[in-house]
């Protein structure tokens, strides 16, 4: 198979235009039909033939003006139409089968309700379209469907007329006045409870709020509904955007292949990001909803008001939305954490992806299918770069830029450059070496190094900046990046450079190197770089470990607090990793004892500084990895760690103790505080009692998942208990039971493919249901370092066979299932060889889907 990649310097405005859509569907199982009536216009002059993309589509008429067309070619892809008037209305009746849709674009069936998923290039399944962002028409959309199992029939925009058939169907009129590309356009049809609420805007417009999930799931769905008055509040102080039509939807469905969807008037979500109650969810569970809501209704200005002009764009409207959404987050629980978490995906994921095959800017270049690229690249690297401009510009001014750019662009199709471009109407810095972020790959390394020379009492700190080429471009330039950085001397006083930086704590680093000096100040001087990572780079030093130490005393940035201890953790694993670990010797660990000692009463940064850091996160700073060395090093310390402080780790357990539950900020803090402390203790072996109470005593998921958690790390025995007894209580909610089914894929055990056909087996399991999939062999794969990585190449093997059997179903999915495989640059040579032996037998497969092509093939090449 050859594909050929779109580029983006190829883009073309488009040839015809579409303004009015007016869409009729008459719902079946299989044999769905769709009539279609388009106003379409020439766009400036040429006599080239109308060109519309559509796949899987039965075509039973088409017609122009009003008489049948005969002068037109279909193809397996597209249908091109010869010798149009340059407008007309053009009538096209197709016929889609949504029942055998498992592949869940377009228009599908799944437990008895029809849903439709279009971005990106969903909506040519559903009918014959320009399927582009920059085709901006406006839509009416006509339902017929049967009465008593599809009571609630929904588009877009507002409900017009409604009526009933004769024949046991009846139909809904629904309309959208505002014009939107085809990526934006849904359908739902299903037998739903519903939610209603009202939103009084800020200029007292009254919205009414409908939220619709699955049939006795009712009181599961309040949090959302509140979450979602809370993310139009916070819009409209935050960025003066106020919702725009009368009504806002959302449905939770439970066949879904991402998070969920920004349809103008109609948000889609997978029901994981919608219900949530203290019983079945987690602190976790309830903070995604919260997050994944307001992403989805910010979307409405960033997104829908002003779009995307092509795909290449998709950071426009996602790395700005993923920034909204989490400086909403942080707004509602707190800063430091959310930033950590933040971190974490950018080390864990976004680092990983920009190492391998797939490197990408945010902006990319070339697509062969563009559902690859939802990344951590364009979403979370995306996000950072908002963030530096944020960082720049200052509050007020990113919010200048904010209503330049709305000023501007309301109504329109545009580019990352637009957005650049407004948000450099309201800065001096000159943002165009700024925007190289958008089109380099890759993550920048910058290192920190000291000199002192006594002579002068002068201590030099040399910052070098390093791009090495990615896969995708050898020609890499210095970046334009905001280092927010202190300096503290011996005695824990801050410190300033003999240089003016660019403002207090932040410097430009904009070269290869960057100098300060610090004279007359004695040569112990503590550099504390990257403060609230301001910056998505990779940062190494010369610091020892009694600097990092030092630095989690006296640092101002509580980032860079937390930061410290994880360097340190990453030092201390590095020697057991080497075989030396007595290298981590006892000032280590006294220092480590009182650090944690003096933060009893910070529960916050407490709780985060004593999670150790993830294997994901230590390959990023290293190469030709030993994969189990490295994982019995991180276990081996990690449980030294538990020994080392096992008196103060129980004095931290029973004071996080928390009363009847509440998702409330102290409360999570809390448990997240005791959970991370009962997962270290798992690993000694006078925990069990403990992980049994807190299982029993438990009023709440957190808990519960807290101590099955630890019994993983405890023993099989205890493990294997206390996982019957909740399956026993949770076997009728697959929601619930995918916690248990990714605790099973995660538990790292010589049987484990044993256990995952096991799983597979399992009567709550369907290989047709993603979140099912994901909990299985996602975490198999992602998470189950030991498993997935067994020495014998069976863990990969075992990935291999199922993504050969899942693509012909749901390419999408296996696409992000292939993932770690391609991942395989940090390793040992002969494990690469295993690797990409089984990469080499997905491509072998000639009916191989264009998004599994797209992956496997670059990471063989
Ligand atoms: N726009 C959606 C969101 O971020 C996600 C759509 C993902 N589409 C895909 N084909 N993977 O909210
Ligand atoms: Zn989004």
Not at 175 to 183: G, I, N, R, T
Not at 513 to 536: E, M, R, Y
């Amino acid at each position: 198979m050859t594909l050929v990649a779109k580029r983006r310097d190829d883009y073309r405005a488009p040839d015809f235009t579409i303004t009015d859509v007016a869409l009729d569907f008459v719902l079946a199982p299989d044999s769905t039909r769709v009539t279609s009536e388009l106003k379409v216009s020439r766009q400036g002059s040429h006599s080239k033939s109308l060109y519309l993309d559509g796949e899987q589509l039965t075509l039973l008429e088409l017609s122009v003006d009003g008489s049948a067309a005969q002068d037109y070619q279909q193809t397996e892809s597209g249908l091109t139409i010869n010798n149009v008037p340059d407008t007309f209305t053009l009538r096209i009746v197709t016929e889609v089968n949504p029942a055998d849709n498992k592949a869940l674009e377009g228009l599908y069936l799944s437990n008895g309700v029809y849903c439709t998923q279009c971005e990106a290039e969903g909506f040519r399944r559903i009918t014959y379209y320009l399927d582009r962002p920059d085709v901006l028409a406006k839509f009416t959309v006509k339902i017929t469907g049967d009465k008593a199992s599809l009571p609630t029939m929904l588009a877009n925009g507002n409900p017009l007329e409604s009526g009933a058939n004769d024949d046991g169907t009846h139909w809904i009129l629904w309309q959208d006045p505002f014009p939107k590309p085809a990526y934006l356009f849904a359908l739902v049809a299903g037998d739903f409870d519903q939610l209603t609420d009202t939103f009084t805007t800020q200029s007292g417009k009254s919205v009414a709020l409908e939220l619709y999930v699955d049939k006795g799931k009712r009181s599961r769905g309040e949090f959302a509904l509140e979450a979602l008055k809370r993310a139009m509040r916070w819009d409209e102080e935050t960025f003066g955007l106020e919702y725009d039509l009368d009504i806002y939807m959302i449905v939770a469905v439970d066949f879904f292949n991402m998070g969920a969807m920004e349809n103008k008037g109609l948000n889609v979500f997978n029901s994981k990001f919608v219900l949530a109650d203290q019983d079945s969810a987690t602190d976790e569970d309830f903070f995604n909803v919260e997050s994944v809501i307001a992403h989805e209704y910010f979307h409405n200005w960033t997104g829908n008001r002003v779009t995307c002009r092509d795909w290449f764009q998709l950071s426009l409207k996602e790395g700005l939305t993923v920034f909204r959404d989490q400086q909403f987050s942080s707004d509602m629980t707190s800063p430091l954490s959310n930033r950590i978490k933040q971190v974490r995906v950018m080390r864990e994921h976004q680092f990983a992806e920009d190492a391998s095959a797939m490197s990408h800017p945010i902006r990319p270049d070339e697509v062969i299918e563009m559902n690859n690229f939802y990344t951590v690249t364009v979403y979370d690297k995306g996000a950072e770069v908002i963030r530096m401009m944020h960082t720049l510009l200052g509050v007020d001014g990113f919010r200048a830029g904010m209503d330049e750019y709305f000023r501007r662009h309301d109504g329109q199709a545009v580019t990352c450059d637009d957005f650049v471009s407004a948000m450099q109407s309201a800065t001096d810095i000159d943002l165009g070496h700024f925007a190289r972020w958008y089109s380099q790959s890759g993550t920048p390394q910058l290192a920190l190094a000291r000199a002192y020379n006594e002579q002068t009492d002068t201590v030099t700190v040399t910052i070098t900046q390093r791009n090495a080429p990615t896969a995708d471009q050898t020609e890499k330039a210095a970046l334009f990046i905001p280092l927010q950085i202190e300096f503290i001397d011996a005695t824990g006083q801050h410190v300033t450079p003999d240089q003016a930086m660019y403002a207090d704590n932040l410097l430009i680093v904009d070269k290869d190197t960057t100098t300060l000096t610090f004279t007359g100040k004695g040569s112990a001087i503590t550099p504390v770089a990257l403060g609230n990572f301001s910056a998505p780079v990779k940062l190494t030093s010369d610091l020892t470990p009694a600097e990092w130490l030092h630095t989690f005393r006296f640092a101002n940035d509580a980032f860079s607090r937390w930061d410290a201890i994880q360097q340190l953790y990453n030092w201390c694993i590095e020697q057991y990793y080497q075989q030396q670990p007595h290298a981590v010797d006892e000032n280590i660990w006294q220092g480590l004892y009182q650090a944690v000692e003096a933060s009893l009463q910070e529960t916050e940064i407490l709780g985060e500084c004593l999670v150790v850091p993830s294997f994901e996160t230590l390959c990023q700073s290293r190469s030709n990895i030993d994969v189990h060395a490295l994982n019995t090093a991180r276990k081996a310390f990690s449980e030294a760690l538990a020994e080392q402080l096992a008196d103060l780790l129980l004095t931290i357990y029973q004071a996080n103790q928390t009363d009847a539950y509440d998702y409330q900020p102290e409360q999570v803090r809390a448990r997240r505080c005791k959970n991370v402390v009962l997962g270290l203790l798992a690993q000694l072996p006078e925990c069990k009692d403990r992980i049994i109470a807190q299982f029993e005593a438990s009023d709440n998921m957190t808990d519960t998942l807290g101590a099955l958690k630890a019994a993983q790390h405890h023993d099989l025995v205890l493990f294997s208990n206390l996982m019957n007894s909740f399956e026993q209580r949770w076997h009728d909610d697959p929601l619930v039971l995918d916690k248990w089914f990714s605790l099973h894929a995660t538990c790292e055990r010589g049987d484990i493919l044993a256990q995952l056909t096991l799983l597979r087996q399992h009567p709550q399991f369907s290989q047709q249901n993603p979140n099912r999939v994901r909990a299985v062999v996602g975490s198999f794969a992602f998470y189950n370092t030991t498993g997935f990585h067994a020495d014998d190449g069976s863990g990969y093997r075992f990935l291999t066979d199922y993504l050969l059997e899942l693509d012909k179903q749901n390419p999408q999915v296996a696409s992000r299932l292939v993932t770690p495989l391609t991942q395989w640059q940090h390793y040992s040579s002969t494990r690469q060889d295993l690797m990409k032996r089984q990469l080499a037998r997905l491509l072998e497969d000639s009916g191989l889907s264009k998004d599994l092509y797209e992956k496997v093939s670059k990471a063989l090449a």
